[in-house]
């Protein structure tokens, strides 16, 4: 298909860890983007990867990439309610960035 | 830091009125952009600009129209707002050569 997909939606219990999934589609696709957007806010970079990475960690965050199965994923360890948000997968495509549908990610005390 | 600045938090309007958004950058990006974010459909492009008085049409350019007069200012212009476009709106900027997008705080906007 040609669409960037996510679940819409996630619940993790605080202090456990969080996994986000994506699948996309330009296996060119030189840069790929994960955003957070709080309640009410535009869309905050969080991290990237370049494309010839397997893994990037920063802090709490750790993405994944596979590029054979086309597939992107966000860790957050030790998930605390600040991280209650949606977060946004996108690739780069053409020079543009093609967003997936976001996944609402709750976190329950 | 990187800042785009939009015009408008909360803004609500009639059936049939002009609207224009507006959207600032202080990074001297050559590149701007209008996306819409749905529920449960994420962000659609809607035009960008690559370059002052350059517009390209994105995925869902009906019913808008832009203008970049500087290159600091990209306006998303509502002809004749229709409820359909009750939405948030988000504008972006990159620069050459750079695909990460930076993003302003968003536009929700209500049309009744």
């Known amino acids: 298909g040609e669409d960037v997909e996510q679940s819409l939606f996630l619940s993790v219990r605080e202090g456990d860890s969080s996994v986000i999934n994506c699948t996309y589609t330009?296996?060119?696709?030189?840069?790929l983007y994960w955003y957070k957007q709080e309640p009410g806010a535009g869309l905050q970079l969080l991290t990237y990867?370049?494309?010839?990475?397997d893994m990037k960690q920063d802090q709490r965050l750790t993405v994944l990439l596979n590029k054979k199965d086309k597939h992107l994923s966000l860790r957050i360890a030790d998930t605390q309610t600040g991280d209650s948000a949606i977060y946004f997968c996108a690739e780069t495509r053409v020079g543009q960035l093609t967003f997936g549908s976001g996944t609402q990610l709750t976190v329950l005390p | 830091d990187v800042k785009v600045t939009q015009s408008s938090r909360y803004l609500v309007k009639r059936t049939g009125e002009k609207v224009f958004l507006e959207c600032v950058q202080d990074m001297d990006h050559e590149n701007m952009f209008w996306y819409r974010q749905d529920p449960g459909l994420g962000l659609r492009l809607i035009y960008f600009s690559y370059d002052v008085k350059m517009k390209e049409k994105g995925d869902i350019p009906e019913g808008y129209s832009v203008s970049r007069e500087k290159k600091e200012r990209f306006s998303l212009i509502l002809e004749s707002a229709s409820t359909n476009q009750t939405s948030m709106y988000l504008c972006?900027?990159?620069?050459?050569?750079?695909?990460?997008?930076?993003f302003g705080p968003g536009t929700r906007l209500t049309v009744l």
């Open positions: 990867i370049f494309s010839n990475m």
């Open positions: 972006a900027s990159r620069t050459s050569g750079d695909d990460t997008q930076y």
């Open positions: 330009d296996s060119s696709s030189t840069y």
